[in-house]
């Protein structure tokens, strides 16, 4: 008999599914759903200056990791606290070069709108709706997987959250989890590469790029197929809604309730 905290986020996550496949319906496939305009505008910049702005943002993701390394040369820390410093340097690093691109080289800065109810509540639909489309496609992907004798590992952050062995690596693993992974991941790979491909490429190949490419920044291949199955529901309600506030939060959603699911003993 599973404990009682296991026993209630299993509840929980049924009802999460059972609200997610009603606004699946509601919001993305039914008939009113399927008519409802795109609120994206095009972002209208040279390849060179989008390939500037993927260059800013790798170099700043590198750079912070390199700077981290210097410092851990000096302060040596253990493994599991390395892993959490390196990967908050290597987002915060990513956003030092979005910002650059946006403070001195975008021609056009468009306003930054502040998080509203409205965005709230759309990152809440946009989560919901994830859940069960996530669900079905990682139990076929689990099974596909040990039909071809592959046994998943989980990822990094997932294994060093469940063995943490304090409050404050725990604390500083659901920051870099909660609030820091979502917004520079929604900025780089929706507001960015998404943003870039959709009115240049083939619809099917302008959702799948950024999607495998932020699949595979996880560099996990049990989770693959379930991360990119993510990034396209969060490309398509970026692409709805014109507001990357509503995938911010959406991925803020997931992430905590997967780091919830981890703490609370339920099985990957």
């Keep these: 008999m599973p404990p009682p905290a296991t026993s209630v986020a299993l509840a929980f996550e049924l009802a999460l599914l059972s609200g997610g496949l009603v606004l699946l319906w509601r919001l993305a496939l039914g008939p009113a759903a399927r ?8 972002w209208d910049v040279t390849l ?7 260059w800013l943002v790798l170099c700043g993701g590198y750079a912070g990791q390199y700077s981290i390394s210097l410092y851990l040369r000096l302060h040596p820390l253990d493994q599991p606290h390395q892993v959490i410093i ?9 956003l030092l070069g979005v910002a650059g691109y946006r403070l001195f080289f975008a021609r056009l800065k468009p306003r930054l709108a502040p998080f509203s109810a409205a965005t709230l509540r759309s990152g809440l639909a946009t989560f919901l709706i994830a859940m069960p489309v996530l669900t079905a496609v990682s139990l076929v992907w689990q099974g596909l997987l040990k039909l071809c004798h592959y046994a998943p590992e989980n990822q ?7 063995h943490a062995d304090s409050t404050a690596l725990r604390l500083a693993l659901l920051v ?3 609030l820091v992974a979502p917004v520079t991941e929604e900025l780089v790979f929706r507001a960015g590469i998404f943003r870039y491909v959709r009115t240049r490429l083939p619809r099917w190949a302008a959702l799948l790029l950024p999607a495998v490419l932020f699949a595979s920044l996880h560099n996990n291949l049990g989770s693959f197929v379930p991360l990119v199955t993510l990034a396209l529901v969060f490309s398509v309600a970026y692409e709805r ?7 911010m939060v959406a991925h803020a959603l997931f992430n905590l309730n997967s780091s919830l699911l981890v703490l609370a003993g339920v099985d990957s």
């Design 86 to 94: 390196g990967t908050a340097a290597f987002h915060g690093g990513m």
């Design 35 to 42: 008519n409802r305009p795109a609120l994206l505008p095009a």
């Design 48 to 54: 060179g200056d989008f390939f500037l702005f993927v």
């Design 156 to 162: 990094e952050a997932i294994d060093l959250l469940r």
């Design 241 to 247: 809604t014109g507001n990357i506030g509503t995938t």
């Design 176 to 178: 870099v989890a909660i």
